[in-house]
């Protein structure tokens, strides 16, 4: 009880310090008139100080467009510590690197990259190694083990003292943080840089966008111009100081396909929810907009929408509904506030193939993820058709859908996703979508009446996930 009182208390000083409008950053002209050079950073993202800070700072390239919810490259990060390294913190002492490297000759950069002077610094100070022994791969995207890593040592190379903020926890899935990114990982946790997410889950493999990678920098630059108080814990940066934790974690089983349960949950809990779905989830949209069904549940739906439709923005659903504005899907997501998110895609792509239909759909879970990070994701399988569908071809009919959907929840799966297996309910004895569920039986076979979604209803009562309840 001691050690968690105690540990409020760091916390609370901490995100005093942290947020102090007085800090001094050595080589920072915090009173310099800056104009915001980015066409695409408002007041409106949540990540705007972070930006405009680490802008002013002079840690951010002037360009038009920013793209925060673009996912980070491994080349930018660099950049950005590297202009950190060179301006704000260039007064400070720095250790001697922990291995000493002779510069890089990788083939996938070129010594006129304005990147080539920051990679070789970041490979020189043992930050980052190559992707392999001739590449360095600085366009390929971040996850979030791979960021704390290279913070962590960042900060043991700028001998940052990191106020420990929390005391060590697992994570649902610490056990699956690679073991070179454990001690990392759980640094950056210490000292309040990163944390896990509403469900208790790290997701370590998750990319980072590009206004997440700026969050968590503004927090190691901050914590270097915090003045340590008296008796405060320091986290310990030297490599592999914390592996010894992990040797007491259990692994903490997840199984992405929802159960029923024995009773109908709560229709309540669907009031933190959003459905997202192409035209057969226009049907369930107006069931419950009508009946009250699922509470207060939002929809994001539109005819013909599919993932890779969503991406280049030819179809997409209108937010808020009579306002003609129609933004990309995962910040019409954000803008909901919704809490859990319900996707059923799909139909419209199964017909270009397994691997490009089920491609673009993580592209657009991974975007809403990356955008809405304490959203939790349910997946929704693809129904069947009916035997006489007219829409059924080679390339699309049930045996394609239930590829499909075997091929989701495995992906589903790897990312720690829901999976709610909607369509088990809706086959008859030969995998065809019951014709009295169906509303164009005779025509496309695939829509439902209001019958078929009262039945809907009930199947995603009988089947929320117990972790979020």
Same mark, same amino acid.
């Given at each position: 009880?001691?050690?968690? $009182? ?15 409008? !007085? ?53 930018? +990060? ?18 001697? &690197? ?45 996850? /979030? ?7 962590? /040592? ?45 469900? %208790? ?7 980072? !966008? ?8 503004? /927090? ?8 340590? @108080? ?8 030297? @490599? ?6 992990? $040797? ?8 992405? *396909? ?7 949950? @709560? ?9 997202? %779905? ?12 009508? !009946? ?7 929809? *994001? ?9 969503? *991406?280049?923005?030819?179809? *997409? &659903? ?37 691997? $490009? ?7 657009? +879970?991974?975007?809403?993820?990356? /955008? ?11 129904? &069947? ?79 929320? &996930?117990?972790? +979020?309840?």
């Amino acid at each position: 009880m001691k050690k968690a $009182k105690l540990a409020i208390v760091w916390f609370l000083v901490f995100m005093v310090l942290f947020s102090a409008g !007085s800090m001094i950053r050595g080589g920072i002209e915090r009173n310099k008139e800056w104009v915001n050079p980015y066409l695409d950073v408002n007041e409106s993202l949540w990540s705007y100080q972070y930006i405009t800070e680490l802008s002013k700072a002079g840690v951010l390239p002037e360009v038009d467009q920013f793209n925060p919810t673009t996912e980070e490259t491994r080349g930018n +990060l660099v950049l950005y510590l590297y202009n950190l390294d060179s301006g704000a913190f260039k007064k400070r002492e720095k250790l001697e &690197p922990v291995e000493e490297k002779d510069s890089p000759d990788f083939e996938d950069l070129d010594k006129d990259s304005g990147l080539y002077d920051a990679v070789c610094w970041a490979y020189e100070q043992g930050l980052v190694n190559g992707t392999s022994e001739t590449t360095f791969g600085p366009n390929e995207l971040l996850t /979030r083990e791979q960021v704390c890593t290279i913070l962590a /040592r960042f900060a043991a190379l700028e001998q940052i003292d990191m106020i420990q903020v929390v005391e060590p926890d697992q994570f649902k899935d610490s056990l699956y943080i690679q073991e070179y990114a454990r001690s990392g990982v759980t640094a950056c946790q210490l000292a309040g840089v990163v944390k896990g997410y509403e469900n %208790g889950f790290f997701y370590p493999t998750n990319n980072m !966008s590009r206004q997440e990678v700026c969050a968590v920098i503004y /927090r190691i630059m901050m914590a270097a111009d915090t003045a340590v @108080p008296e008796g405060a814990r320091l986290v310990d940066l030297t @490599p592999g100081a914390y592996d010894d934790l992990y $040797k007491n974690y259990t692994d903490i089983p997840f199984t992405a *396909l929802v159960p029923a349960t024995d009773e109908p949950g @709560p229709v309540s809990f669907f009031d933190q929810a959003v459905f997202i %779905g192409d035209s057969i989830s226009v049907t369930l949209e107006s069931y419950c907009t009508a !009946s009250g069904a699922l509470g207060k549940a939002q929809f *994001l739906c539109a005819g013909s929408m599919s993932p890779t439709n969503m *991406l280049t923005g030819q179809i *997409l &659903p209108e937010y808020p509904k009579g306002s003609g504005n129609k933004p990309a899907i995962e910040e019409s997501v954000a803008a909901s506030g919704a809490k859990v998110c319900y996707v059923m895609l799909g139909m419209d792509n199964i017909g270009y193939g397994l691997e $490009k239909s089920t491609g673009d759909y993580v592209k657009i +879970l991974n975007n809403i993820a990356a /955008r809405n990070p304490d959203v939790q994701i349910v997946i929704q399988s693809v129904t &069947p058709m009916t035997a006489n569908s007219k829409s059924t071809s080679e390339k699309l009919n049930n045996d394609a859908i239930n590829a499909f959907n075997q091929r989701m929840m495995e992906i589903c799966q790897e990312n720690r996703w829901y999976f709610v297996n909607v369509s088990e309910r809706f086959k008859d004895a030969n995998g065809f979508l019951i014709e009295d569920f169906c509303s164009d039986k005779s025509s496309m076979g695939m829509h439902f009446t209001y019958d078929g979604a009262k039945v809907w209803v009930e199947y995603l009562l009988n089947h929320i &996930p117990e972790d +979020l309840l």
